[in-house]
C-alpha cells in the first residue's frame, strides 16, 4: 500500500517537475519525487541507500529553491502538451508496470519508468538551465533505483552516486554562450 | 576490466598527451590538462565500474561536466544527448531486469542501440556543431574521446544481458544504422560547406565501420572494428587536431603530405584502415556476401571526403608538421602490423 502510495507522489512529483517554469514548482517536484524514490528503495535496498538518495535529491530541491526562475510558474500558458505528456506517460508507465511487466515490487518499475522518462522529456523540452539541471538530477535518482530491480546482491554505490550527482548538478557554473 | 576497453583507455590518454603537445601556441595548457583529464577519468570510470548503472551515472556526471566548460552552444544544447542517452540506456537496463515478455528484449535492444548512438552522436543521434568551439566543449569528445571506450563498454555488458534472439535483433540493427553513418557521413563530409564539419562527418563515417564491425558478431568484426576505433582515436582526431591550427593564410594545398594524409583518412593500404576495412570484408562475406557488397561500395564514398580533408591541412610547418607525421607513422605501423593491438585486446 505504501510502495503503491509512493508509486503515485513520484509520477506526481515528475509531472510538477515536467509541468512548472518557476523554481519553487520545480523544488517542489524534485522533493516529492526524491521522497516517493527513497521510500520505494528504503523498502527495497535497505536504509542506507534510501537515505542516501533521499539526502541527494532533497539537497537538489533545495538548491534549486534558492536558484531559477521566481515563483512557482506550475501550469504556465501553452502547458497542454506537457499536461497530456504527464498523463499519458503516467498511464503507459502504469500499463508496462502493472500489465506488461511482472516480478517483485511494480511501484519500484512504474517510478523508474515515469520519473526517467518525464525527465528525460523534460530536458527536450526546455532549454531553462534550471528546469534542465531539476530534471538531470531526477534522471539521475531514477538510474540508481533501478538498480534494485537486479537479482544480484544489492551495492550502495549507485544510490550513493547518484546522490552526488543530484546534490552537485545544482552548482553547475552556468556561462553564458560566448562567441569565437 | 575489458581488455578492448583498456586499450581503448590506453589511446584515448594517448590522444590527449598528443593534444596538449601540439596545442595552439595560444591556447591555454592548463585548461586542457584539466578538462581532459577529468574526461579522461570519467571516460576510465565509465570502464572500470562493476555495474551498468554505474557507467550510465558516469555518463551523466560527464555529461553535465562538459556542459560545465564555456562554449558556443547552449547549456540545454550540450546536455540534450547524453541525458537523452542515459534515459534510453536505462530504459533498456530496466525492460533487461524485469520478468515479461520475450519482445522486451528487443526493446532494450533498440534502447541500447539507441542510447550508444545518442551518447556518441551517430545518425540520428547527431550532436549539434560550433565549428569554432573549444574542442573540448565540442561533440568531438563524445565521438572521438569518450564514444570508443563507451560503445566497447556498452556492447559487451550487452551481449551478456540478451538473449540470442535479442542479440541477433542488436547485431542487425548495428548493422543497418552503421550502414546508414557510412553512407551519411561520406557523402556530408564530401558535400558540406565547413571544413570544420566536413571533419565532424568524416568521425561520423567511420563510426559506421565500427557499428557494422561490433554488428557482425564474428571475430574478424569485432577485430576490425578495434581496428577502425584505433584509425578514429590515434589518426583522426590528432589529424582534426592539427587541421584547428590557426595559420595566417586559409590554403588548401594538393602536396604530397596532403595526398599521405587524404589516404590515411580513407583507409588506403598501408594504413591502419585498410586492415580494418579487410577484416571487415572477410567477416561480412562468411555471414552475408551481399553485406560484402553493400560495404564495399560504401567504401568508396570515403575518397572524396578524404581529398577533402587533406588538402585542408595546408601545407603543415614546423610542430604542426611534425604532428602530422606523427600520426600518419603511427597508422601506417599499426597496419603494417596490427597483431600487437589485437592482441593486447584478446581478440
Given at each position: 500500500m505504501?510502495?503503491?502510495?509512493?508509486?503515485?507522489?513520484?509520477?506526481?512529483?515528475?509531472?510538477?517537475?515536467?509541468?512548472?517554469?518557476?523554481?519553487?514548482?520545480?523544488?517542489?517536484?524534485?522533493?516529492?519525487?526524491?521522497?516517493?524514490?527513497?521510500?520505494?528503495?528504503?523498502?527495497?535496498?535497505?536504509?542506507?541507500?534510501?537515505?542516501?538518495?533521499?539526502?541527494?535529491?532533497?539537497?537538489?530541491?533545495?538548491?534549486?529553491?534558492?536558484?531559477?526562475?521566481?515563483?512557482?510558474?506550475?501550469?504556465?500558458?501553452?502547458?497542454?502538451?506537457?499536461?497530456?505528456?504527464?498523463?499519458?506517460?503516467?498511464?503507459?508507465?502504469?500499463?508496462?508496470?502493472?500489465?506488461?511487466?511482472?516480478?517483485?515490487?511494480?511501484?519500484?518499475?512504474?517510478?523508474?519508468?515515469?520519473?526517467?522518462?518525464?525527465?528525460?522529456?523534460?530536458?527536450?523540452?526546455?532549454?531553462?538551465?534550471?528546469?534542465?539541471?531539476?530534471?538531470?538530477?531526477?534522471?539521475?535518482?531514477?538510474?540508481?533505483?533501478?538498480?534494485?530491480?537486479?537479482?544480484?546482491?544489492?551495492?550502495?554505490?549507485?544510490?550513493?552516486?547518484?546522490?552526488?550527482?543530484?546534490?552537485?548538478?545544482?552548482?553547475?557554473?552556468?556561462?553564458?554562450?560566448?562567441?569565437? | 576490466?575489458?581488455?578492448?576497453?583498456?586499450?581503448?583507455?590506453?589511446?584515448?590518454?594517448?590522444?590527449?598527451?598528443?593534444?596538449?603537445?601540439?596545442?595552439?601556441?595560444?591556447?591555454?595548457?592548463?585548461?586542457?590538462?584539466?578538462?581532459?583529464?577529468?574526461?579522461?577519468?570519467?571516460?576510465?570510470?565509465?570502464?572500470?565500474?562493476?555495474?551498468?548503472?554505474?557507467?550510465?551515472?558516469?555518463?551523466?556526471?560527464?555529461?553535465?561536466?562538459?556542459?560545465?566548460?564555456?562554449?558556443?552552444?547552449?547549456?540545454?544544447?550540450?546536455?540534450?544527448?547524453?541525458?537523452?542517452a542515459v534515459a534510453v540506456l536505462a530504459f533498456a537496463l530496466v525492460f533487461l531486469r524485469v520478468e515479461g515478455p520475450a519482445v522486451l528484449e528487443r526493446f532494450a535492444a533498440v534502447g541500447l542501440v539507441a542510447g550508444l548512438a545518442a551518447a556518441v552522436g551517430l545518425f540520428p543521434y547527431i550532436h549539434p556543431f560550433a565549428a569554432d568551439e573549444p574542442v573540448a566543449a565540442s561533440p568531438i569528445v563524445w565521438i572521438a574521446f569518450v564514444g570508443p571506450v563507451l560503445a566497447a563498454v556498452v556492447l559487451s555488458r550487452a551481449e551478456g544481458l540478451l538473449s540470442v534472439d535479442a542479440g541477433q535483433a542488436l547485431a542487425a540493427m548495428l548493422i543497418g544504422l552503421g550502414v546508414i553513418n557510412m553512407a551519411w557521413g561520406s557523402i556530408a563530409s564530401w558535400l558540406t560547406d565547413d571544413t570544420a564539419a566536413a571533419w565532424r562527418y568524416s568521425f561520423l563515417a567511420d563510426w559506421g565501420l565500427v557499428l557494422c564491425g561490433f554488428g557482425l558478431t564474428l571475430s574478424d568484426g569485432r577485430r576490425a572494428a578495434l581496428l577502425v576505433l584505433f584509425g578514429i582515436v590515434v589518426g583522426r582526431l590528432p589529424l582534426y587536431l592539427v587541421s584547428r591550427e590557426p595559420r595566417a593564410e586559409r590554403v588548401t594545398s594538393e602536396g604530397p603530405i596532403n595526398l599521405v594524409v587524404a589516404a590515411a583518412l580513407a583507409g588506403s593500404a598501408p594504413f591502419v584502415g585498410f586492415a580494418a576495412r579487410v577484416l571487415l570484408l572477410r567477416g561480412a562475406t562468411q555471414l552475408f556476401w551481399p553485406l560484402a557488397l553493400v560495404l564495399a561500395l560504401g567504401m568508396l564514398l570515403w575518397l572524396p571526403g578524404s581529398l577533402r580533408l587533406g588538402r585542408s591541412l595546408g601545407r603543415p610547418r614546423g610542430r604542426q608538421a611534425f604532428g602530422v607525421a606523427l600520426a600518419v607513422a603511427v597508422n601506417v605501423a599499426a597496419g603494417l602490423y596490427p597483431l600487437p593491438l589485437l592482441a593486447a585486446a584478446k581478440l
Open positions: 505504501i510502495e503503491g502510495l509512493a508509486g503515485f507522489v513520484a509520477w506526481l512529483g515528475a509531472s510538477v517537475v515536467v509541468l512548472s517554469d518557476g523554481r519553487r514548482g520545480l523544488a517542489l517536484g524534485a522533493a516529492l519525487s526524491t521522497l516517493a524514490l527513497a521510500a520505494i528503495v528504503f523498502s527495497g535496498a535497505g536504509p542506507v541507500a534510501g537515505i542516501a538518495l533521499g539526502v541527494g535529491g532533497l539537497t537538489a530541491a533545495a538548491r534549486r529553491l534558492t536558484v531559477g526562475v521566481a515563483g512557482w510558474g506550475i501550469m504556465p500558458p501553452g502547458s497542454t502538451p506537457r499536461f497530456i505528456l504527464c498523463v499519458g506517460g503516467g498511464l503507459l508507465a502504469l500499463w508496462i508496470a502493472l500489465g506488461v511487466t511482472s516480478g517483485h515490487s511494480s511501484a519500484l518499475r512504474f517510478a523508474v519508468i515515469t520519473v526517467a522518462g518525464l525527465a528525460g522529456a523534460r530536458v527536450l523540452s526546455s532549454g531553462e538551465s534550471s528546469v534542465l539541471l531539476t530534471s538531470v538530477a531526477l534522471l539521475a535518482l531514477a538510474t540508481a533505483a533501478a538498480s534494485g530491480l537486479t537479482e544480484e546482491a544489492l551495492a550502495i554505490w549507485p544510490y550513493v552516486g547518484a546522490a552526488a550527482i543530484a546534490a552537485g548538478v545544482g552548482w553547475l557554473p552556468q556561462s553564458a554562450p560566448r562567441a569565437a | 576490466m575489458l581488455p578492448e576497453a583498456a586499450e581503448l583507455l590506453v589511446l584515448a590518454a594517448a590522444a590527449l598527451l598528443f593534444a596538449l603537445v601540439f596545442a595552439p601556441a595560444a591556447a591555454s595548457r592548463r585548461n586542457l590538462l584539466v578538462q581532459g583529464g577529468t574526461g579522461m577519468v570519467a571516460t576510465a570510470a565509465i570502464a572500470v565500474v562493476p555495474t551498468f548503472d554505474l557507467a550510465l551515472l558516469t555518463i551523466v556526471g560527464l555529461g553535465v561536466m562538459q556542459a560545465g566548460i564555456p562554449g558556443k552552444r547552449t547549456l540545454a544544447v550540450r546536455l540534450r544527448a547524453p541525458v537523452l
